[in-house]
């Protein structure tokens, strides 16, 4: 059985991954610090979940792009495309005029190819947009990359910096040696007032803090190659296929063993048949893919507020941070529904209700996103009712599959739009980043969203991530159902000793399990497939905050953010996305001291055993 002590604090997770998209936090004290910005902490870290920790080989590129395009005292973000560059630019402009502190921000295209090329051409071309901007505008700045997931990746930054010539030991990108911050955003319903922190990027840290950057790129491209039986590098499009065909399951044959040295998937000439996703007609044409999942939800933001009038939507039940923060902050905002409950059901009526009384002729409300179930409450919607009401009165339902995904739940059906992280159980490696977006062809809105989709995307997911991706994804069903067998046994254990679960056990430390078999149950049936599980993550609530420091500090398992990984992954939740807004988090439920486990695919009693030494735990701590 491994042990936190494996894995120390600021230390890639997975370890020894070059880009990996997480970071181990192994005790609720190093949590805080990280939120806090606690020197010990940030100055430990090496890597971090790519939106709120910037990379070391983006901070490198964008510290040589302050140099060479910057004015003094200005910091620069870079995107991979004018329009997304743009966006960022518009986004700061406005922020800053509304928090009455105006700022200004410029673009540079900045198109790198080899040194040694004597004339240029596009198949080594890589193309930056840099967003310079005051650094004291930096706080709108990281707002924009936070929350959109649309900033370069790392394999990107990587690809950049093997096009230009290398540093003399010298050189300032190598030898600052700046105390690093970190990438953190304050959440704002009731959050303490802080000064604004500096910024990251462009902080360059030694290279030897970080011994997987002495790899070469060579030896990486091997290594990932070599044992992770990835096409070559440049097989970008046929990844991306395969993948678009995988989301809309239309494959009439995927066996990963068929193909161990490349993905049968993307082939032109593979067989596909009808979609087994519960609506025939989807194609893979009806599937877009993005660089993160949240650059899918912006997306699919976007897509209403093109396509729709200008009218505020519905954020239903308690979602992720980042879907609240995009429809509060674009467009005419929203109506924030943070139970989830059948009684919000009543609430949004109530809301249509008085919409239309004011305004008999308008759309009450333009689109509800949801989460099915909810992260981290494991609460499922009773969609069937939200679409009944989505007909009734002419509004987009998006639903974010991610946590359910489609090898368990069946929600397309009930969905105008559907979308989803691959970064986390479609992929299982925490290397990569994806998302997804589906639109149903049997949706009434199905036309005009399709138009707009087809006359605005782009796709700006870097071929190399993508590779990566489809790699990982080739087994994902098969993993899924171990890790939901796996996650059904431990969720019955700690149930059986809950107070919910009506325990015998005197003096119980567990509260409750928030798990689909458990919270909402009749509504995630109502979805879940025949072959279907519960899926891969669930939340605990104590009696006391000193039981869930104690449980979450003895679990023998990863910690760290992100979830829907292959091997168990651990975080205090609310600390990590709600540390400086508590008590709003725990007016919807979500408690200060959830603990929130994605389970991975370990053997089966070494995971209850460590369970078991962390309710341990727990117990002595009351």
Not at 189 to 196: D, Q, T
Not at 269 to 290: A, I, M, N, Q, W
Not at 308 to 322: E, L, Q
Not at 390 to 409: H, L, P, Q, S
Request: with cysteine; charged share 20%.
């Amino acid at each position: 059985m491994t042990t936190p002590s494996n894995y120390p604090l600021g230390s890639a997770v997975p370890p020894f991954t070059q880009h990996a998209i997480s970071v181990s936090l192994p005790t609720w004290a190093d949590n805080v610090g990280y939120e806090e910005g606690e020197k010990r902490v940030v100055d430990a870290m090496v890597s971090g979940y790519p939106r709120f920790f910037i990379h070391l080989r983006i901070e490198k590129l964008a510290r040589i792009c302050e140099l060479k395009f910057g004015a003094a005292n200005e910091k620069c973000m870079l995107y991979p495309s004018k329009k997304i560059a743009d966006q960022c630019r518009s986004f700061m402009l406005d922020r800053a005029s509304l928090a009455g502190t105006p700022t200004h921000a410029r673009l540079v295209q900045y198109r790198i190819y080899p040194e040694d090329t004597p004339v240029p051409s596009t198949q080594h071309t890589v193309e930056l947009h840099i967003v310079l901007f005051p650094a004291d505008a930096w706080p709108f700045a990281k707002q924009f990359w936070q929350h959109t997931g649309l900033g370069i990746s790392s394999r990107l930054a990587d690809y950049c910096l093997s096009l230009l010539p290398a540093e003399s030991p010298n050189s300032p990108v190598l030898s600052s040696t700046s105390p690093r911050t970190p990438f953190k955003m304050l959440n704002k319903h009731y959050s303490v007032k802080r000064a604004p922190q500096s910024s990251s990027f462009g902080l360059a840290l030694p290279l030897s803090s970080n011994p997987q950057e002495e790899l070469s790129k060579d030896q990486n491209i091997y290594l990932e190659e070599r044992y992770g039986r990835n096409l070559p590098v440049n097989a970008g499009s046929h990844a991306k296929r395969a993948m678009r065909r995988r989301i809309a399951g239309v494959l009439v044959r995927d066996n990963w063993e068929d193909c161990p040295n490349g993905p049968c998937a993307g082939a032109h000439d593979v067989e596909v048949g009808p979609s087994h996703r519960g609506v025939k007609d989807v194609t893979e044409d009806d599937v877009y893919l993005f660089p993160t999942g949240m650059s899918a939800i912006w997306n699919a933001h976007q897509l209403i507020l093109g396509t729709r009038p200008p009218v505020k939507s519905v954020c239903f039940g308690f979602t992720y941070t980042d879907t609240l923060k995009i429809l509060q902050k674009w467009g005419p905002g929203c109506h924030f529904l943070g139970h989830g409950l059948d009684s919000d059901i009543d609430a949004l009526e109530t809301i249509i209700k008085q919409e239309l009384s004011a305004n008999p002729s308008a759309l009450p409300i333009t689109a509800l996103f949801t989460e099915f179930p909810s992260n981290p409450l494991l609460r499922s919607a009773d969609i069937s009712v939200l679409r009944a009401l989505a007909d009734k009165y002419n509004f987009v339902i998006v639903i974010d599959e991610t946590i359910g995904n489609f090898v368990n739940v069946d929600v397309l059906q009930h969905a105008d739009v559907v979308v989803s992280s691959l970064s986390k159980i479609f992929s299982g490696d925490a290397n990569t980043m994806g998302g997804s977006l589906i639109l149903n062809p049997q949706s009434r809105h199905y036309a005009t969203l399709k138009a707009h989709m087809s006359a605005t995307y782009e796709d700006t997911y870097f071929d190399e991530d993508a590779i990566f991706m489809e790699r990982n994804s080739r087994n994902f069903a098969w993993r899924i159902r171990i890790i939901d067998e796996n996650t059904l046994a431990v969720c019955d254990f700690l149930r059986s000793r809950s107070i919910a679960g009506g325990t015998s056990i005197p003096s119980p430390v567990i509260k409750e399990v928030f798990y689909p078999k458990y919270i909402t149950t009749e509504n995630y049936l109502s979805c879940k497939l025949p072959e279907g599980g519960y899926g891969g993550l669930f939340s605990l609530t104590f009696t006391s905050l000193a039981a869930s420091q104690a449980f979450f500090d003895n679990m023998p398992f990863q910690k760290g953010p992100s979830l829907g990984t292959n091997f168990t992954l651990a975080c205090p939740y609310t600390i990590l996305a709600h540390y400086f807004e508590l008590g709003w988090a725990a007016e919807y439920g979500v408690e200060e001291g959830l603990v929130r486990i994605s389970v991975g695919m370990e053997e089966r009693q070494g995971l209850l055993e460590g369970f078991k030494v962390a309710l341990r735990a727990a117990e002595a701590a009351m």
